[in-house]
Structure formats: C-alpha cells, structure tokens
C-alpha cells in the first residue's frame, strides 16, 4: 500500500509507468505490463498524418552498445541505440487500440502524441480523449527526426492549444536539452498537468571497421543506464521551480533508482530499456525493491520521501572550499633552469 | 566470404547486404539453436516460439514466425550463441518512397 500515488489526479496502485515505446504498441502488452504491477502504461506515439512515413519503421531498429549477451541482461553499461518511430497504423487504428487498452486494462491509460502545427495537436488530443484516454502525453521531444521541433514556436503553441481543446489532463514530455528547466516552466505556464522528464537524446556511432555510421547512417536515439545521471539533475532542478507533478524517466535499472528519483521530486517514474533487456519481470521486481526499501526506511507513503534530497542541497557559494595553494604552489612554481641566474 | 572479427557481438552494425531490395526478417539457423529460451521473451512481436524437435541436439528449438516478424533487431542480441540471421523477406513491402516524403524539417 505505500506505493499508491496520485498522479495528474489518477490513483495509481505503484507509482512505475510504461514509458512510450515498443513496449506499448499493442494490447496484449498493457495486460502484462499491469499483471506485472505497472501503475500505468504510456502507450505508443502516433503521429499526425503528415507524419506518415513515420508509421513505417526500418529494420533493424535497435542496437545494444557496449551489451555483453553472455551474461544474458545483467550488464549494467549498455547503451540502447535505436531508430524507434511512430505507432504502427493509422490514425482510426490508433483510437480504437485506445478502446481497446481501456476495455481490457484496470490503470490507466496515457495516450501519446506527436504532431506540428497546434491545430493537429488539438485534434489528435480531442479523438484521444473522445477514445477514452486517461490523460495525453505530448511527445515534442523524440529523439528521431522529425520528432524534435522548435520550442519557442512549435510546442508552446501546442500545448496552449491542446490545454485549452480537452479536459483531461495534459502531460508534456520534455528533451534533455537544452533549457530543461526554462521549458519546464513554459509547459506550467501553459497550462500542463505534468512533464515527463526527459526523452532519450539524439547521439550517433561509426563502426570503424567499414568505416560507416552505424544501422542506417542517420542520427539514433540513445539511452541506457548512464542516462539517469543527467536526467536527476533536470528532474532535481525542475522539481524545485515548478509545482505540477513529474514523471521521471531515463536509466532506471532498479528500485533504487526509482527511489533516487523520488528522493528528487519525482511523482512516478517511467521504465522502458529495462523491460527491453530484462524483460517484463522488471516491473515487478523494481516494485517490489522500492517496497523493500520503504519497509526498511518505515516509509508509509511515498510522499514522505518526495523530494527528500533537494532539502540538502546547496548552492555552489555555500560549498564549503578548504585552502590549497600552500601544497599546490610549490609543485607548480616555475623552476629556473641551472646556469642562470634570476 | 572473409570472416571478420565481430566489433559488436549481436546484432551487426550494419543492415544486410539485401536491404535496399527486400525488408530483412530475423531466422533462426536450428542446428546452432541450444533452446536456451532467451529470445522469445525479448520478442515485442510475439514472433518467436519454442518448438520440440525430436531430432535436434537440444530437442526443442527457437522459430521465427514470419508473419509477425518487424525485423528489429532485438533478438540478434539476446542470442548468446549467434544463432539468429537475417533472411529476406521476398513478399515484404516498401514503406514510402523517398519522394513522397515532403516534410520539412524544421530542425535537425
């Protein structure tokens, strides 16, 4: 029970979502991902018709970097290098697999979408809710062209738009970069419930040996273990300047994990790469660490821990500094070459 | 056909030498098959099962249902013998064309 959260007004029985992925493209998967104790699913991106090439996906799609298979998923280092794109079908068919989830599945249900002009947003926003999604998730941060549009003026325009065309509530998944924080604050201004914090970032690798960019020869979305550092401190910083509610995602391996972001201001948290290399047992097995660690810590109610961290965290003119230079100034003072004289 | 030394044990980093002609889709080579039981679960496609194979080694083997197969990759990974290859899949459709792709991008 310490685990139920209330999230952008939805009573979730464990605070770990699906993150948007290939892990939610299909409702047989949202049947797993509850029987596993997800708290909800955020299911696949469906792009606006203009975006149609982005239903047709290349193969392969993913890479694991830096991945030992030998030890069969318990390598803590790779990096998921991928070419994901939008939701498989077409637009009717993506409304009806909202139906469908939503006859099928008890959590909730957080549609996802990506579009450009703020009329397109508001539509697809529209036919989610009228599908009965539980809440929209505004991906104006894929790492996969042409997923990442311009801040200022594509996305401040649409989610002004969507806020004001529905009533449930309105999540915006932001980038890692740049002005986290500063888009943070213009999402709450425009009337978000929630950020999700934050996408995977655009990288890019060469295979030296044919002297290629790696898959397709275009830029990927990378994430993996490493991701999370980055992303506490975006979700650290957020958590302090803006009041509505976080969805943290980025390298959660463990419980651990979800508890650091937790300790950071973070009201759930979103896994996806795990379940990709460990499989969907991840859920359960994250949940029931967090559960460990509040039995421990006697925690009863995830709330007492949100935030926790950022109490105790100071500002860089409040380090405390020691002095050096007496050890340091000798060994870098410059020493006069022998034969003359200063 | 020179056999290099594997930079990314898994999944080459590059698509197939086919993949410009035909949509490549992941097959199980069976005799290579040690039935360990990895790769269905990774599966997001539910295109792979276990079948019993009264014959082989191990009894039972890894198959790629065809049908459901995307060609994404994953499995290559989970793989820990290297059994898994790309076979073309000659009934595969092409997304759209590169023409037909009219969208500006307005970042990059």
């Known amino acids: 029970m310490p685990l139920r959260t209330t999230f952008i007004g939805l009573s979730l029985s464990h605070p770990l979502l699906v993150a948007s992925g290939p892990a939610s493209h299909d409702v047989n998967q949202i049947a797993l991902a509850e029987e596993q104790g997800a708290g909800a699913v955020v299911l696949k991106t469906a792009c606006s018709d203009k975006y149609e090439h982005m239903r047709y996906w290349p193969r392969p799609r993913y890479k694991l970097l830096d991945w030992d298979k030998q030890i069969g998923g318990r390598s803590r280092l790779f990096t998921l290098y991928s070419y994901e794109q939008g939701y498989s079908g077409t637009l009717a068919d993506y409304w009806a697999f909202i139906e469908a989830c939503k006859e099928t599945a008890r959590i909730p249900i957080i549609a996802s979408i990506f579009a450009d002009a703020a009329e397109d947003w508001a539509d697809l926003a529209v036919r989610a809710e009228d599908s009965g999604a539980d809440a929209i998730e505004l991906d104006i941060s894929s790492p996969h062209r042409p997923g990442t549009l311009d801040f200022e003026h594509t996305f401040i325009a649409a989610i002004w738009a969507v806020r004001k065309a529905v009533k449930f509530p309105v999540v915006v998944k932001l980038a890692a970069g740049p002005d986290v924080l500063q888009q943070a604050m213009s999402a709450q201004e425009c009337g978000a419930d929630a950020l999700t914090l934050c996408n995977r970032i655009r990288g890019f690798d060469v295979d030296i040996e044919s002297q290629r960019p790696i898959l397709h020869g275009n830029f990927a979305g990378v994430g993996g273990p490493w991701a999370k550092y980055y992303t506490f401190r975006h979700v650290a910083e957020a958590a302090q300047h803006v009041q509505i509610p976080i969805s943290a995602t980025g390298g959660v391996m463990t419980g651990e994990d979800v508890i650091k972001y937790i300790l950071l201001g973070a009201t759930t948290v979103q896994i996806l790469s795990v379940i990709l290399v460990n499989g969907w047992e991840s859920i359960s097995k994250i949940n029931q660490e967090v559960e460990a660690y509040c039995k421990r810590k006697q925690i009863h109610s995830l709330q007492d821990l949100r935030g926790e961290a950022l109490k105790h965290m100071t500002s860089p003119d409040n380090i405390i500094r020691w002095s050096g230079e007496s050890k340091m100034g000798p060994r870098n003072r410059r020493k006069t070459p022998p034969g003359i004289s200063s | ?108």
């Open chain 2, 1 to 108: 056909m020179t056999v290099r030394k594997r930079k990314y044990p898994g999944l080459d980093p590059l698509p197939p030498p086919f993949a410009d002609r035909y949509p490549p889709i992941a097959v199980v080579e069976e005799d290579s098959c040690i039935a360990c039981d990895r790769c269905p679960p990774v599966c997001f496609f539910d295109a792979i099962v276990m079948e019993d194979r009264p014959q082989h080694k191990y009894k039972r083997t890894a198959v790629i249902l065809e049908e459901n197969c995307t060609g994404c990759g994953l499995c290559f990974e989970a793989c820990p013998v290297d059994a898994i290859k790309w076979i073309p899949d000659k009934a595969g459709l092409p997304g759209p064309s590169k023409s037909s792709d009219s969208v500006e991008d307005t970042d990059l």
